[in-house]
């Protein structure tokens, strides 16, 4: 159905428009009419047409000034200008408003048809391009808050690759390097620092967790995860890890007025805490400080800032060199982590020259820290006793380059640990499943019975095949059949049946297509190509 709107002072031209139309188009236009440049404008406010086809000369407002006018509050509507009139100024004034078509008077009816098709086929394209957005937008709403919850889950429990958060940010459209935390709890009732009936709460709030995470949305620009019990743990992206103080007021106080509102809205108590702000990858620790921030308050919000919880850095120490160090060390990555203990050593060296006290206790501090996390790793045996030279052979070092050797190659030691228990993992699993592989490639096998055999997910079998061999599962298979085939073909004992049998192919058509594609050549041309050469 179009809506056309018809904008003339004489009623002969408005009845012989009406005439077309109605002639030509039958039922699916809606006609209306006015006179003057004011009931014109009037008129559009009410009915809204799709179509305006409108002379330049009328009564009052012209044409063109009552065109402008109906721009401002009815953007998508089609100008059509007609006029008795074919002057170069009109013409000019009306492509600048958008107009589709400038016709003079007399108008024939070909060209009348004509120009509303034209018309009626941009709005037909304009009105499929909106019913697709809106199919699109409707579908991102209903599989956002699902990449939304992968997001948090991922950065809350750091059970993920870089590359993983990269892309669920990606896919967000965040761009945000920084970010905090809100912990978002529900109770019956709260006493002191506890809400009671968290089981029950949790109920009650899965039933209003899609008004919860609309009203989170109309205060923040934020990431909301999951309900886990009866807390729901918010992401807010941020520019820079800087915070004033009037921010975190502001923060605070707009953080009261949800909870105020959260509690009207949805009948059940609220408390929310907040963390500081962090790099991405350590939203978690923001998450753990505003869980502690509720633990330690009484207040309906808590902001950790404001508490005395947490470790407090002096000013110029490199916590986040500290960071980069033992996020390498437990990735394994060798090279990074020496540089990150390079750099951190020669802060100390700058900072403590004086002091060698001071650096050898952070130095042995940092080596043990590292060798608990090869052992968490499984990248080294524990040994109660293994470590009780360590305070009497920094304590006679009284040189900055003795001690920064011995620190250097104790950081270089866990994360060599590190690397080969894992390089000496995967290399074993791999070989496993080729052992496998290699015995039962006659049969049918696939990637779930081979990554059950060395009792690791599929997804991460597939990932360290890949890594070790430099060849999918199924490239492997194929290669150790397609061999084996070439070995039976050899020999003239077998039917070219019981060879596809034994390699592993139940369709001797499918195994002959296999065959060529990485052989070059059907199993026939193959056996008759070495029998020739004999």
Known sequence: MYKIMLADDEGIVIDSMKFIIEKEFGDSCVIEYAKTGRSVIELAESFRPDIAVMDIQMPGINGIDAMKEIRTFSKNTIFIVMSAYDKFDYAKEAIKLGVMEY????????????????????????????????????????????????LVYNVLL??????DIDSYMSLL??????????????GEEQQGS???????SSIRMSGKYVEIRHMLKEYFKCVVG???SNKIAVFIP?????????????????????VRNLKKSEEINFRIGIGSIKPVRMLSESYQ??????AASTG??????????????????????ERSLFERLERGELEGSLSSADSFFEWMRDTAYKNLMSVRLKALEFVLRAESAAYRNGGQVYVFTSRDEYLPQIMEMNDMDQIKRWFLSKISDSCKNIQNKREEKSTSTVEQAKNYIREHFDKDISLDDVSRTVNISPYYFSKIFKEETGENFIEYLTNVRIERAKELLNSSEYTMKEICSMCGYSDPNYFSRSFKKNVGVTPTEYKEGKSSEE
Do not use: W
């Open 300 to 321: 309906s919000v808590a902001h950790v800032k404001d508490l005395p919880i947490g470790c407090e850095y002096e000013e110029n120490y490199p916590i986040n060199l």
């Open 103 to 150: 016709i003079t008077k007399p108008m024939e009816r070909t060209k009348v048809v004509n120009v509303l098709k034209k018309a009626m086929d941009t709005i037909d394209l304009e009105r499929e391009k909106r019913s697709n957005e809106l199919m699109i937008r409707e579908k991102l709403e209903t599989v956002e808050p699902m990449i939304e919850s992968g």
């Open 194 to 200: 506890h809400m009671t009936n968290a089981i029950g």
């Open 173 to 186: 459209g965040l761009e945000a390097r920084y970010g905090y935390m809100l912990a978002v709890v529900c």
């Open 158 to 163: 750091q059970e993920h690759f870089q590359e």
């Open 238 to 258: 941020c520019d820079s890890e800087d915070e004033e103080y009037n921010e975190r007021i502001e923060l605070i106080n707009k953080t009261r007025e949800l």
């Open 226 to 228: 999951n309900l886990m």
């Open 289 to 294: 400080e505003a869980l502690r921030a509720l």
